[in-house]
């Protein structure tokens, strides 16, 4: 079993920056794609930006320019740097990781959630 826990939501006001993070821990043997996804009020899960093992980032185009990927494979930790923040960024913030198990199977594991708040 994996855990996926973010952290780093809030309440910002627009032009604001925050930085979640998202740390994975269970029996790991390696993790392949992290990825930060979010959900408005009323609205679909969407994908904001993933990054792969090697490194390689992709962004929605709402948020390209604004926000950075990065990750710590070390700690199993995935962030995320959200700059120049709008309201329209306003959602619950999902973690969700690729994970290669030490029995040798892929799952996909999702975070519960951290709720990101940007007043006008």
């Known amino acids: 079993q994996v855990q996926l826990v973010e952290s780093g939501g809030g309440l910002v006001q627009a032009g604001g920056s925050l930085r979640l993070s998202c740390a994975a821990s269970?029996?790991?043997?390696?993790?392949?794609?992290m990825a930060w996804y979010r959900q408005a009020p009323g609205k679909q899960r969407e994908f904001v930006a993933d990054?792969?093992?090697?490194?390689?980032?992709n962004y929605a185009n709402s948020v390209k320019g604004r926000f950075t990927i990065s990750r710590d494979n070390a700690k199993n930790t995935v962030y995320l740097q959200m700059d120049n923040l709008v309201p329209e960024d306003t959602a619950v913030y999902y973690c969700?990781?690729?994970?290669?198990?030490?029995?040798?199977?892929?799952?996909?594991?999702w975070g519960q959630g951290t709720q990101v708040t940007v007043s006008s």
């Open positions: 969700d990781a690729n994970v290669w198990m030490v029995s040798g199977k892929i799952y996909n594991y």
């Open positions: 269970g029996i790991i043997f390696s993790i392949n794609a």
């Open positions: 990054i792969t093992s090697g490194g390689n980032v």
